[in-house]
């Protein structure tokens, strides 16, 4: 059976609210949530020491496939440029920008990738 968008909308917070508490409870400062910049979104920004994390949560219900690969080249541009407009308008100089996909499944353990993708 097909989910509808306000299940999957339901589905993909309840994966951005434990991604939050997995980051932490490992010491990241949660900065925004579901950040925009023009069209573009990034599901969580977080700190930690140096750090920024940019953060694509992925939640699914059906693991078949991984996660990770629904984040397509598109939308890793996309998350790039709003970290870009982030750093701007927050004046951001001195940090190193991470990019990191979490792989939240709806029951299990969350698999969270530091430096999935280049910010380059």
Request: charged residues 30%; glycine residues 6%.
């Amino acid at each position: 059976m097909k989910k509808n968008k306000t299940e999957k909308r339901r589905t993909g917070d309840r994966g951005e609210r434990r991604t939050a508490l997995y980051l932490i409870l490992r010491g990241y400062r949660i900065l925004e949530r579901n950040y925009t910049y023009g069209h573009k979104e990034i599901d969580i920004i977080a700190s930690k020491g140096k750090t920024i994390a940019f953060v694509e949560v992925k939640t699914r219900s059906d693991l078949s496939v991984a996660p990770q690969t629904a984040v397509t080249l598109k939308k890793r541009q996309n998350v790039i440029t709003a970290a870009k407009g982030y750093c701007l308008y927050h004046d951001i100089k001195e940090k190193t920008l991470r990019f990191d996909i979490a792989e939240v499944p709806v029951k299990g353990r969350i698999n969270y990738i530091k430096n999935a993708y280049s910010g380059q």
